[in-house]
C-alpha cells in the first residue's frame, strides 16, 4: 500500500507555469505506474498524464499535450507534473493516483491509491 502528498499547487496567470510533486510512501515506488488526474467543480475526473515505473513510457491526454510534462524520480519517491502555458480551463484540483499494474492506462477505476488533491486556480 502507498501514501500519497500531493504538492505546489497555487494561483498563476494564464501562460504561467506550474509543477506539481506527489511524494509517495509506504512501498516500493517504483514498482507502481503513476498518473496525474483533475477535477473541476461539477465536473468528473478527468485524466492528465502518467509515467510507467522508469518513466520510460507516457501518455497524455489531448487537453495538456506539448504544454505538460509527467516525470518521476524513483530515488526520491516523488512524482512531478511540470505545467506550462497555463489555461482558465485548467483550473482544477489535480490528484495524484498509482496502480500497482504495470501499463499505462487513462481510466480513474484502473488506479488504486490517491492523494488529497492540490488546487490549482488559473486566472485570465
Known amino acids: 500500500q502507498v501514501q500519497l502528498v500531493e504538492s505546489g499547487g497555487g494561483l498563476v496567470q494564464s501562460g504561467g507555469s506550474l509543477r506539481l510533486s506527489c511524494a509517495a510512501s509506504g512501498d516500493t515506488f517504483s514498482k507502481y505506474t503513476m498518473a496525474w488526474f483533475r477535477q473541476a467543480p461539477g465536473k468528473e475526473r478527468r485524466f492528465v498524464a502518467a509515467i510507467n515505473w522508469s518513466g520510460g513510457t507516457t501518455h497524455y491526454a489531448d487537453s495538456v499535450k506539448g504544454r505538460f510534462a509527467i516525470s518521476r524520480d524513483n530515488a526520491k519517491n516523488t512524482v512531478y507534473l511540470q505545467m506550462n502555458s497555463l489555461k482558465p480551463e485548467d483550473t482544477a484540483v489535480y490528484y495524484c493516483?498509482?496502480?500497482?499494474?504495470?501499463?499505462?492506462?487513462?481510466?480513474?477505476?484502473?488506479?488504486?491509491?490517491w492523494g488529497q488533491g492540490t488546487q490549482v486556480t488559473v486566472s485570465s
Open positions: 493516483a498509482a496502480r500497482a499494474d504495470s501499463g499505462v492506462v487513462a481510466g480513474p477505476k484502473w488506479y488504486d491509491y
